[in-house]
């Protein structure tokens, strides 16, 4: 069955970078994209931007673009986000969700911005 | 950036009740819209694709109807485990956007 298992918690101070990871199973990895979207506590969901598993090619939210970075290591099923200069307002659930139907979701990752 | 505007922003029902939400695009999506449920700690679940497909798996309670700028998520029969918050989405464009959810709860 289709799994996406994302890292641990996080908890970063101010200006610091997170790497967050979601490993795929259960399907060809490489056959469809995979989405970033995040959640502020007690908000609505915000689309981070998206990486194409095939090509690397990969296209931001205008709102990230220059902090964060999508990559992935098809060896291992594996889509990485990376967010740099972290504020306090990054505090959110991060999740990774699969293709264009985004009809698979990993289980979240609470990255914490504090001091 | 197309914008999604769910409606209403919340509402309480009680079980047994027909349960309507509205969304509308700030321009034409044809139908690249889904429907996503979401409870409390847990990732988003996709119930309708594509504006009327029903997900595998999802019951046939939910439903999902309309074209261009207006959409609608009906549950015929609301159930004890449908008390959640939905959410919108356009995949018309990049970004795809989200309508701000609305809240089902108990009555």
């Known amino acids: 069955q289709v799994q996406l298992v994302q890292s641990g918690a996080e908890v970063k101070k101010p200006g610091a970078s997170v790497k967050v990871s979601c490993k795929a199973s259960?399907?060809?990895?490489?056959?469809?994209?995979m989405h970033w979207v995040r959640q502020a506590p007690g908000q609505g969901l915000e689309w981070v931007g998206w990486i194409n598993t095939k090509s690397g090619d990969t296209i931001y939210s205008r709102r990230y673009q220059g902090r964060v970075t999508m990559t992935r290591d098809t060896s291992i099923s594996t889509v990485y986000m990376e967010l740099n200069s972290l504020r306090f307002d990054d505090t959110a659930v991060y999740y990774c969700?699969?293709?264009?139907?985004?009809?698979?979701w990993g289980q979240g990752t609470l990255v914490t911005v504090s001091s | 950036d197309i914008q999604m505007t769910q409606s209403p922003s919340s509402l309480s029902a009680s079980v047994g009740d027909r349960v309507t939400i509205t969304c509308r695009a700030s321009q034409s999506i044809s139908t690249y819209l889904s429907w996503f449920q979401q409870k409390p700690g847990k990732a988003p679940k996709l119930l309708i694709y594509?504006?009327?497909n029903l997900q595998r798996g999802v019951p046939s309670r939910f439903s999902g109807s309309g074209s261009g700028t207006d959409f609608t998520l009906t549950i015929s029969t609301l159930q004890p485990e449908d008390f959640a918050t939905y959410y919108c989405?356009?995949?018309?464009?990049?970004?795809?956007?989200f309508g701000q959810g609305v809240r089902v709860d108990i009555k």
């Open positions: 259960g399907y060809t990895f490489t056959g469809d994209y």
């Open positions: 969700a699969r293709g264009g139907l985004s009809d698979y």
């Open positions: 594509a504006a009327s």
């Open positions: 989405q356009q995949s018309y464009s990049t970004p795809p956007t």
